[in-house]
């Protein structure tokens, strides 16, 4: 994946959760065209449109979100197609990927909760880990 699909994907769920304008994408965009070396969150952080607290906020959601929707492939709640169905519809919404994948039908609030668990519990973050 070219930096540049990435950095229009960053780009619109900021722009959805009104962190961004459409302005600032796009002329973050045409910068990092110039320099295509940097990612489209240090370039919004660079020209002053994010900060630091928010560019990390987001990329530790999407790391969030992309280890979620690992487990659930893991684990056959859902397929492939289906994940990347609910990855699209975040990033158009910026709705967490948990709650896309009960919304699309894919799963049930219980499976997520499972699920959920099972990740903080390997991340360290759970109650059985204490």
């Known amino acids: 994946m070219s930096g540049n699909v990435h950095g229009e994907r960053l780009g619109q769920v ?3 959760q009104g962190i961004v304008t459409r302005e600032q994408v796009e002329h973050a965009l045409r910068e990092q065209a110039k320099k295509p070396f940097l990612r489209i969150g240090e ?6 449109y994010l900060s630091f607290a928010q560019l990390e906020e987001q990329l530790e959601q999407q790391y969030r979100d992309m280890r979620l929707g690992q487990l659930l492939v893991r684990k056959g709640l859902i397929d492939s197609e289906q994940l990347e169905r609910a990855m699209e519809e975040h990033e158009a919404s910026g709705l967490l990927l948990g709650h896309l994948v009960i919304k ?4 049930t ?3 997520v ?7 903080r519990v390997l991340s360290g973050t759970g109650p059985l880990r204490r």
């Open 14 to 16: 900021l722009l959805s």
């Open 43 to 48: 370039v919004l952080f660079t020209l002053g």
């Open 104 to 107: 699309l039908g894919f799963c």
């Open 109 to 111: 609030l219980e499976q």
């Open 113 to 119: 909760s499972r699920v959920l668990e099972e990740q």
